[in-house]
């Protein structure tokens, strides 16, 4: 995708994106049509059906030849990332919407031929906007974001992880979690993959850990670590599939191997 086709698109992506946001932001004290998917706790609303569907139809509108992934199935069933292909969260952090109202985010990115060439994370309530060109830079709203610290040290980190990490009969030892957490500086779990992503990009925390995404929730995300230098792959190391769930480290690439370290010491 040459970078013209590329700026193109972004400017389609984001309109639209920010169009979401402010339907969401309309309705955000409307009753909610709550129902469960894979088990109770994973949720799913009207406005997470309502809000992909408006991004199909414009997507499917504008460009009929791309392909699209998205979670809640008004997307293509895809075996292969050739082509321009969308890759959509209508609601990232659906929990948060339904019990807090906030801390959410709509994630978009469009791959072509298998690499990330945009990535929006729009965090609707409050207005911002993490948005990243592939070789143009990471921003949020208007702000480019600094390439990440290259003298960080794994000490001073922040490190975002959810706390399922933390109980017995995972497949990482949780004594060697333990110990992560009294290693790095602090820790957070924000709810939102997407936004977790965004955070490592602006470098207001230094690595996220996830037992189990889909390409939904790191697709955007990706875009945006890349553009400041930062690494994401599973939590062996290993480069991440776009087609199927994959676990996650994204972070800073100073803490990257002693956080990949701490998994392999703990693998079960
Ligand atoms: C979820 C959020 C959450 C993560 C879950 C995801 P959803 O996405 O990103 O932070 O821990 O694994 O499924 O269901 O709210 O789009
Ligand atoms: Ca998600
Ligand atoms: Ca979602």
Redo the contacts with the bound molecule.
């Keep these: 995708m040459d970078k013209m086709e590329r700026n193109q698109v972004y400017l389609n992506a984001e309109a639209w994106v920010l169009e979401a946001g402010e339907q969401i932001r309309n309705k955000i004290n409307e009753p909610r049509i709550i129902e469960t998917k894979s088990n109770p706790n994973?949720?799913v609303t009207e406005m997470?059906k309502q809000t992909e569907k408006f991004l199909v139809e414009k997507i499917k509108e504008t460009y009929p030849e791309h392909y699209i992934i998205g979670?809640e199935g008004y997307g293509d069933e895809l075996t292969s990332l050739q082509g321009t292909v969308w890759i959509i969260?209508p609601?990232?952090?659906?929990?948060?919407?339904v019990h807090q109202r906030k801390n959410?985010a709509i994630s978009v990115a469009v791959f072509h031929d298998e690499i990330g060439e945009i990535g929006l994370v729009y965090d609707v309530m409050a207005d911002e906007l993490y948005h990243a060109k592939r070789s143009e830079g990471a921003y949020k709203n208007e702000e480019l974001l600094p390439e990440l610290r290259r003298d960080l040290k794994l000490e001073e980190s922040i490190v975002d992880m959810?706390h399922y990490f933390l109980c017995p009969n995972r497949v990482v030892d949780e004594k060697i979690m333990h110990q992560m957490i009294r290693t790095v500086r602090g820790s957070r779990s924000?709810?939102?993959?997407?936004l977790?992503f965004a955070y490592v990009a602006e470098g207001i925390i230094d690595g996220y850990l996830?037992m189990?995404?889909?390409p939904?929730?790191i697709a955007a995300g990706i875009v945006l670590v890349n553009e400041v230098g930062g690494v994401s792959t599973t939590l062996d190391g290993v480069s991440l599939n776009m087609l199927t769930n994959n676990s996650i480290l994204t972070c800073n690439p100073k803490i990257q191997e002693q956080l990949l370290a701490f998994i392999k010491n703990g693998r079960k």
Aim: net charge negative; glycine share 8%.
């Design positions: 994973d949720l997470d979670e969260d609601i990232d952090g659906t929990m948060n919407f959410f959810n924000y709810g939102s993959a997407a977790e996830s189990r995404l889909a939904w929730d």
